[in-house]
């Protein structure tokens, strides 16, 4: 952080929020690929912002980007690229990132296929299920994207999804289900994942069982590891699609891995999702950083918690297309910059990656809301507000004007003052307790004619955000140790459940005891 940046927080830490917007509100709002983007209620004022540009100038966003876009290895700890965008790209490039662009082929061609009756199982049956089996970012972008646009889905295909290692989420996935019609989708980049591979196998017999030696006409998995997934078919010619090592998990929505969903909504809006994404990626490989949606965003993200000490930020989705858009993010951004060392092995010096959470306007307002306006915290939120051009008018109006409402009472909040003016018959205990502190700063994005296009293209945004946040944090947002002892040592403690071990950890030990 910079001495430059902490004393302009310093100044002006005792500021309304109100007068600083205010004097904001005739700042140009950030647009980019159909989303414009409102930043005026935030602790900043024009001296501070032009610091806080000039920042994200110094610590080299702009050479960032181009090292993402150029193929260069911005995953130093894997000693690779991130090739997430080349997924999406819609014209030829080069190298390794035109055989990832390249790579969407087969699995487009395979959707259409399977949608339109050409690509069959058992007897020449018609799919008329799809089981998506995944974890992580093998199942969050997937099932988002399906729930963002489940009115569009095909009505002759009962999508399903199962992401759990308790049984019980692949036996409620599997209800009701007809194995003979029934395509399973696997999705494991390194075909090593446990919770994966043990819905597959628990897949794989109850396949077998209904359709014997004919089972694996029903698999198609998309892995980065086909050695292993072709071992785990024993000789048998399944369904093979490649996820190209350079696209992280919780980057792959783009992918192959979403092939439950190319199925089930069809090429249009597959190929307009990714469309929208590289409209997202012109934006951010050719603006400056002035006026770049993601470098702002992520130097915002600096600012709330580097700079001014936020430990939380709160995403409010509203619409009900994107009701899962902040779990999708959690990963997105908490795996990716979760982290508090740097590729070089050195601890970074500042506060990095905040918590996230939040859920869907308007019902959120009816839980943790009142916990944003009048709770002892005061944490930045983003409304992100997609209207339909489809739907009833009043019902849009009236979500426009709660998403309006929530906004601007968090930043101005209900003083004394007022509350007594407006209802003067309220004992002064009563009023005290309605006193709003406003002060609480927020983003707020907006887009109309909400469709698969603007869905990639917001989509693609998060994403470089997320991997701008992490340069200006001085990590390596494209790397996942913390998530690895954890699975390690969930292996070890099999044995102690199973009573072939000791657990070393007293409390371990005792638990464990107490499952027996």
Known sequence: MTD???AHADRLSSKRLTDLAAARTELSPLKAAGWTIDTSRHILDADAEAALISHGE???LRNAIDRLFAAE????SEGRAALHWALRAQQP????????RTSMEAPLAFAEGAREGRVTGHEGRKFKSILHIGIGGSDFGPRLFADAFAMERSRDIDLRFCANLDPVDLELAIDGLDPRETLVIGVSKSFGTEETLYNLGRSRKWLAEALGTEWHRHLALVTASPDRAKAWL???EGHLFHMPLSVGGRFSIWSAGSLACFISLGAEIARAFLAGAAAMDKHVRTSPVATNAAARLALLDYWNASVRGDEMRVCLAYARRLRMLPTYLQQLEMESNGKTVGPDGQPVTVATAPALWGGEGSIGQHSYHQWLHQGAHAVPAEFILALDDAGDPDGKTALAAHALAQAEVLANGRSLAEISAEEPDLSGAVAAQKVHAGGRASTFMTTTGFNAEKFGALIALFEHRTYLSGVLWGLNSFDQWGVER????????????TGTATADDPVTRTIAARLD
């Open 4 to 6: 430059t940046l902490s």
């Open 58 to 60: 110094t610590a080299g």
């Open 73 to 76: 290895t911005v995953n130093p």
């Open 93 to 100: 490039l080069s190298g390794e990132a035109e055989e990832v």
């Open 234 to 236: 024993d000789g048998n």
């Open 486 to 497: 954890g699975k390690t040592m969930a292996g070890r403690l099999k044995a102690v459940l």
